[in-house]
């Protein structure tokens, strides 16, 4: 077994170095920091790092931009794989894509960073795989799961147990505002390559109107462009009001536009393996 590839960890979050520096040596990794694109060159001239994971924007707004062009137009640097992740795209009202002279970088992905779509992209670096992005492909960033219910308190908790599970999530107690970002998303995401989860819905199903957790299963399902969006359906109808909505079979699944059905209170066991299950 050789020795551990190494990766040069860059952002001036030094939270989010103290995360990632974590989770990549739990995975086996030797894990180098620097705070800022200055320190970032240092590092490489030090040592030549196996793989590098700059942030876009830290001392000035063009650091990542400037670093990134440096590495790849030197014949000492220019092999290494380049991972950028930023949160630029969602404060500005286009698109920033990897290309070749612009932002020459092999992947990019968005903060908050799934942790195990961090590592799947470092494993395929690292294992030699090419990371698509010259032909304007770069690795799906994960779809947040949209968490919708009036219930403040049950959102919180949901938000926190996904959470804690690695996932990305987006919590709304207006089914409109979920769905509208939902479509937003969907959007963003058109031309991306096949084969990343579509996302997952999770959602009361009476809120703000009696037939509003239904309306939103069933729009979702009913709109191409959100219709390999998952549905998780999570009610307390059946002990609070008496009506038994929980389906009996797939044909009633079907009916009230959702994947799976759980009762409130939600077990987090089982909640969480249905979620990995239908986002596989």
Known sequence: MGPAKTVLLVDDDADFIEMNRVLLEEHGYTVR??????????????????????DMVMENPADGFNVSRELRNSEHTKAIPLLMITSVNDTV????????????????????????????????????????HLAGEC????????????????????????????????AYSDPQAALEAMRGRAAQDRGAPPGASP??????????????????????????????????VVSAVSSQKGFDFRPRHAADLEAMGADAFFDKPVQPAAFLAKVKELLT
């Not at 959602?203 to 998952?230: C, S, Y």
């Open 93 to 132: 009202p286009f698109r920033i894509q990897p290309d070749s002279t612009w932002l020459p970088v092999d992947a990019l992905l968005e903060k908050p960073v799934d942790p195990q779509l961090l590592l799947a992209v470092v494993d395929r670096a690292l294992g030699g795989d090419s990371l698509p």
């Open 199 to 232: 996302g997952l819905l999770v959602t009361d199903l009476m809120m703000n109107r009696l037939d509003a957790g239904f309306t939103l299963a069933r729009t979702v399902k009913a709109e191409p462009a959100l219709a390999g969006i998952r549905v998780v």
């Open 33 to 54: 920091v620097a705070y800022s694109g200055r320190q970032c060159l240092e590092e490489v001239a030090a040592a030549r790092p196996d793989l590098i994971i700059l």
């Open 139 to 170: 690795p799906l960033m994960p779809r947040a799961i949209y968490i919708v219910d009036d219930d403040k308190d049950f959102l919180e908790m949901e938000k926190s147990i996904l959470q804690s599970a690695g996932y990305t999530v987006a």
